[in-house]
């Protein structure tokens, strides 16, 4: 019996592309802010078979140069790559899909330590809110 080896990629599907989408969560997402970055999610019915898909952005008037930008964005995605199969687990046994986006606001360029903290502490806040969202829906229901 072996086990099923998870891998941690960030592959196209997981990626976060479609116009229709992200104008929705930018119409009706929920933020969760940290110092640095923030998390816009919307629970929506994605067209993958992932339960989520992400998409990360630096603003060009805090960092002007591209390469700066690019590396604030390579980090968050390295970070998220590390630590989204908590999302993944969460998401599945509420039973829905979401679309997150990751919006890097600090002032300086991270390193690799403070994006995964950070991300870390966005995520584990994410499942929280989506275990109370469950907590709560079923009394609706009832």
């Known amino acids: 019996m072996q086990e ?9 599907e997981e ?7 992200i104008d929705a969560l930018h119409a009706s997402g929920i933020a969760i802010k940290s110092p640095a970055i923030i998390l816009v999610y919307h629970f929506t019915e994605l067209p993958c078979t992932f339960p989520a898909q992400a998409m990360f952005s630096v603003s060009k008037r805090i960092f ?3 390469h700066d930008r690019n590396r604030a964005k390579r980090l968050m995605k390295e970070a998220y790559r590390k ?7 969460s998401l599945e046994t509420s039973g829905k899909q979401a679309a997150l986006h990751f919006i890097f606001t600090g002032r300086q360029l ?12 966005l995520i584990q806040r994410f499942c929280v809110e989506l275990s109370r969202q469950n907590a709560v829906s079923p009394e609706n229901e009832a």
Do not use: E, F, M, W
């Open 110 to 121: 991270p390193n690799q330590p403070y994006a995964h903290g950070k991300i870390s502490d």
């Open 83 to 89: 630590q989204k199969h908590i999302v993944y687990s």
């Open 64 to 66: 002007k140069r591209a």
């Open 15 to 21: 990626r976060l592309s479609r116009k229709k989408i």
């Open 4 to 12: 099923k080896k998870i891998r941690n990629t960030l592959g196209k």
